[in-house]
């Protein structure tokens, strides 16, 4: 089992900044690619970030050169450091783990609202 708990998120104005966190607990060595989804009202869920085991990350077209995801194994924490905010990043954000065997982890979600 692993456990995913975000934070940071919160009302921002355009152009402005937020950094997200993931803390994760439980069977973690088992994990090799952890993830940043967001859900807008009334739209799928959509991968924002990813990170690999090997450290290799990959984005959304729609953040890249704005979001940075990171990862810090000493404190069992993952980031995503989002700038250059814009109204239609408002969504809930969700961290996700993908451990061996299949299994899935997700986190209950952080909101983010961009809105001035």
């Known amino acids: 089992q692993v456990q995913l708990v975000e934070s940071g998120g919160g009302l921002v104005q355009p152009g402005g900044s937020l950094r997200l966190s993931c803390e994760f607990s439980?069977?973690?060595?088992?994990?090799?690619?952890m993830a940043w989804y967001r859900q807008a009202p009334g739209k799928q869920r959509e991968l924002v970030a990813a990170i690999h085991s090997d450290g290799r990350t990959n984005s959304a077209g729609s953040v890249k050169g704005r979001f940075t995801i990171s990862r810090d194994n000493a404190k069992n924490t993952m980031y995503l450091q989002m700038n250059s905010l814009k109204p239609e990043d408002t969504a809930v954000y969700y961290c996700?783990?993908?451990?061996?065997?299949?299994?899935?982890?997700w986190g209950k979600g952080t909101l983010v609202t961009v809105s001035s």
């Open positions: 439980g069977s973690i060595l088992s994990i090799y690619v």
């Open positions: 996700n783990a993908e451990a061996g065997g299949g299994l899935d982890y």
